[in-house]
């Protein structure tokens, strides 16, 4: 009964004036609003509802065709519903724009009708009832300026009448017929009071499919987030979780949903209290931010996250549920644990030779007297020794602190190979006088395009590593060869190997051997010096080694260009 009475409201005919006086026409347009009306409630997508119009237009008109526009942000202005248009006709059509394309279709939905031309009605709309006719009146230079593609497919009686939300066109109904005056102004004057139903009705559907548009996005974001979300409720049960917070905490959805929240404390007194802390705060109203917290994985395995929580109040302002977001710190804290530990290797590191150095210069000033020649050059021999060690960490230090910061600059240029070898052997011969080194080299070797200081320090650091992992009177060998656009060059040793494991980190930050012989002093910097040394030029470095059975640290540069193999 209400959808009646808005019909006959709308076509200005109210029931009261009686059923026996309404015209033909009147009842079809009373039965036209009201199947518009009755397909609203019944259609739940824009599209299922604009096609369903189209037809009822079609029946109320008596036009053969009907299609319905709308205006995309785009400015596209495709047909989103037609009826009765061949298919040749609708490709042709279809793809039209109100910023590129100069027809009817434009004029109308971008509000451009000139009112004194007898084609436009003060409604906006256009209407002809021959269309042959009206390009007969215009000029060919008018003719050429629009498409006219109605009139080519035959169709005399046309009229376009938009949709309208407030000053706002969203489309336009297309109505097309090839016999001429099929469409009466009576039929577009009526159809552009619809037109504002029909705004109504799509406005209302677009602001609903946008809505559900951004809940589909935030939901898109919610689930592929890099980050763990939970919600919580006052009550500690875990209300929705996302994709990441199932895998970092090792739960399916069902099972993580549901629990209470406790289950997720870290079993020692520590971070039970940490996370119970949390959760007090949290009902007390407070923001959490950047908590650091170890949490239960469904395993029993501990994860330490990054715990932000936000509480959600009602309208009362009472907080009834969490926003909370964990962020997988693990690796982090492993790492600053790593550097923890480096740094205390390398400061235990740098008071051994000074320890030595101190105690060796103050015993030979103080005992000078009692101390004989033999004696006081011992002395000094040994602060000379821990001075090399000293200056060699620092250098390495010094070079890995340059590309860590990115500010390694190489100075290359072609050097004989074997004179850097022979330097770097002679250098770490003076230090270690227990060792025998064995140079094996090719009689005639390219020239390497590379910076000569690194080039020794790579070395230096290789040959003192093999004479730290080789028994007292061991051989250490070293050999070169050109492979392919390389040069390659070899550090053996004769010490424990090294198992498949310990291979896999021997050139990662901050690591040492798991099994070293006893006495063996060093922080695991030389090797990652020299990784990042060879890569900087454009190389690499590798280990071939079994325990028991000494160890190949092998590192290949690229030879310069035009050298001879």
């Known amino acids: 009964m209400k959808k009646r009475k808005e019909a006959e409201k ?8 009686g059923l026996k006086n309404m015209t033909a026409s009147v009842l079809a347009e009373r039965d036209l609003l009201i199947s518009i009306l009755e397909t609203l409630s019944q259609s739940r997508h824009m599209d299922e509802y604009l096609k369903r119009l189209a037809e009822q237009i079609k029946k109320y008109s008596g036009c053969c065709c009907v299609g319905i526009r709308l205006l995309g942000e785009d400015g596209n202005i495709p047909y989103i519903a037609y009826t009765g248009f061949s298919r040749e006709f609708y490709e042709i059509e279809n793809p039209l724009c109100v910023g590129s394309d100069e027809c009817m279709c434009a004029n109308v939905i971008m509000g451009n009708t ?5 084609s436009y009605t003060k409604g906006g709309s256009f209407l002809s009832n021959g269309t042959t006719k009206l390009l007969a009146s215009v000029s060919e230079e008018v003719k050429s300026q629009t498409r006219n593609v109605c009139n080519r497919y035959g169709y005399e009686s046309v ?16 109505l097309a017929d090839e016999s001429e005056n099929k469409i009466p102004p009576e039929t577009v004057r009526f159809l552009e009071r619809v037109g504002v139903y029909i705004g109504e009705a799509l406005h209302t559907f677009m602001a609903e499919e946008a809505l559900q548009e951004s809940e589909k996005q935030y939901r898109d974001l919610y689930e592929e987030a890099p980050d763990a979300y939970l919600s919580c409720g006052v009550d500690g049960i875990i209300k929705r979780a996302n994709l990441r ?34 959760f007090k705060r949290y009902l007390a109203g407070e923001e959490v931010r950047d908590q650091e917290l170890e949490v239960k994985r469904a395993d029993g395995s501990s994860v330490w996250v990054s715990l932000s929580v936000r509480p959600m109040r009602d309208k009362e302002g009472r907080v009834v549920a969490s926003r909370s977001i964990m962020v997988d710190i693990t690796e982090h804290r492993k790492l600053d644990q790593l550097k923890d530990d480096f740094i205390g290797l390398v400061s235990h590191e740098l008071r051994s030779p000074m320890t030595v150095i101190t105690g060796a210069i103050n015993t030979a000033l103080t005992e000078a007297e009692r101390l ?27 070079e890995l602190s340059r590309v ?17 070898i022979q330097d770097a052997v002679d ?25 000569p200081l690194r080039l020794e320090r790579i070395l230096y650091n290789l040959l003192e590593n093999a004479v730290k992992y080789s028994p007292t009177g061991g051989e250490v060998r070293v050999s070169a060869k050109p492979q392919g656009e390389h040069l390659v060059i070899g550090v053996s040793d004769q010490g424990i190997g090294i198992s498949p494991a310990d291979q896999e980190k021997l050139f990662a930050p901050f690591q040492r051997l798991e099994k070293r012989p006893s006495g063996v002093r060093g922080v695991g910097l030389g090797l990652m010096v020299c990784r990042r040394l060879v890569e900087a030029h454009g190389g690499h470095i590798w280990v071939e080694s079994e325990p028991g059975h000494g160890s190949t640290f092998f590192f290949a540069m690229p030879l310069s260009q035009g050298s001879p193999r």
């Not at 000139?114 to 007898?118: A, C, I, V």
């Open 159 to 174: 009229a376009l009448v938009p949709m309208k939300h407030g000053d706002r066109i969203l489309g336009l109904i297309h």
């Open 114 to 118: 000139r009112l004194g031309l007898p």
């Open 10 to 17: 709308a076509s200005g005919n109210p029931r009261g004036a």
């Open 427 to 451: 250098k770490i011969k003076r230090q270690y006088s227990t060792h025998t080194f064995v140079i094996n080299l090719p009689r005639r070797l390219p020239p390497l395009q590379a910076d």
């Open 245 to 278: 917070a199932t895998e970092l905490l090792g739960y399916s959805r069902e099972g993580l949903v549901g629990r209470p929240v406790s289950d997720l404390y870290a079993d020692t007194p520590d971070g039970k209290a940490a996370a119970e802390g949390v």
């Open 372 to 398: 004989s020649p033999e004696e006081t050059r011992q002395l000094l021999k040994d602060a000379a020794a821990e001075s090399e060690s000293l200056s060699n960490l620092l250098a390495n230090l010094l």
């Open 404 to 420: 860590q910061a990115q500010r390694l600059v190489l100075y290359s240029e072609a050097i004989d190979v074997k004179r850097v």
